[in-house]
């Protein structure tokens, strides 16, 4: 059992930044894949970005390549989502959530546990 808090989250000027965190509790973070997903108003949810469980591979959706950076601490049981040059297109709730058994995994259905979100806002 894993239980993911994502903090972070805030309203930002359009070209800002933001790092989101998500904590995981257990003692088994290390082996699962973490990503990070989101869901705008009336939109479904959406893949952002993840990481392998050694932190040695990231994926990302293409509108958010070279300016999202997904990172990992093992030590501290935390994944992270530093966002750069934040359009308001990037407006969302934001959701970590933790995969097993999958390398790379960039659906839903590929994660079995998910935080509560945190709020971005993107202001133009």
């Known amino acids: 059992q894993v239980q993911l808090v994502e903090s972070g989250g805030g309203l930002v000027q359009a070209g800002g930044s933001l790092r989101l965190s998500c904590a995981a509790s257990g003692r088994t973070f290390s082996s699962y894949a973490m990503g990070w997903f989101r869901q705008a108003p009336g939109r479904e949810r959406e893949f952002v970005a993840t990481i392998r469980s050694s932190g040695g591979s990231t994926y990302y959706v293409d509108s958010v390549k070279g300016r999202f950076t997904i990172s990992r601490d093992n030590a501290r049981n935390t994944v992270y989502l530093q966002m750069n040059s934040l359009k308001p297109e990037d407006t969302a709730v934001y959701y970590c959530?933790?995969?097993?058994?999958?390398?790379?995994?960039?659906?839903?259905?590929?994660?079995?546990?998910w935080g509560q979100g945190t709020q971005v806002t993107v202001s133009s």
């Open positions: 959530a933790a995969a097993l058994l999958v390398t790379i995994p960039t659906f839903e259905a590929d994660y079995s546990y």
